[in-house]
């Protein structure tokens, strides 16, 4: 099984972009800090989320923004400008559940449900 579990804060605003055929997809940066005794750990993870997760997290979540997110984990590489081949894992998100209350949010906009998953979207928002 390929099951992976982070609870972190964002390092950077998530950015959003489209697919050639218009599907969402967002890119999120995770840190996740560990203690031992008096030395902490950061370590980063890059977090994708598609779809309507993609948005609701483009629309609700900022920098420092605290969230668990949750998925399998997949390997992807490309090759460089200099021709060398680059790896990077990332967690693909299949759930992001947000941990920080939504602040300012106006009455006709109550903010994000706390949890929000790929099921969760309604069949008429998927654009294919």
């Known amino acids: 099984m390929n099951r992976c579990m982070i609870i972190g804060n964002l390092g950077a605003d998530p950015e959003l ?27 980063w993870f890059p977090v994708i989320a598609w779809k309507g997760l993609a948005e609701a997290a483009a629309k609700y979540l900022k920098k420092g923004s605290k969230i668990a997110a949750e998925g399998p984990e997949r390997d992807r590489s490309w090759e460089g400008n200099d021709g060398v081949t680059r790896y990077v894992r990332e967690l693909h998100a299949q759930r992001i559940e947000f941990l920080d209350r939504a602040k300012g949010t106006q009455a006709d906009d109550p903010g994000p449900d706390e949890n929000v998953s790929e099921t969760d979207i309604p069949e008429d928002d ?3």
């Open 17 to 43: 972009r489209f697919t050639t055929n218009g599907t969402p997809v967002a890119n999120l940066r995770v840190a996740v800090n560990e203690t031992f005794g008096d030395r902490k750990i950061t370590t």
């Open 126 to 128: 998927i654009p294919f």
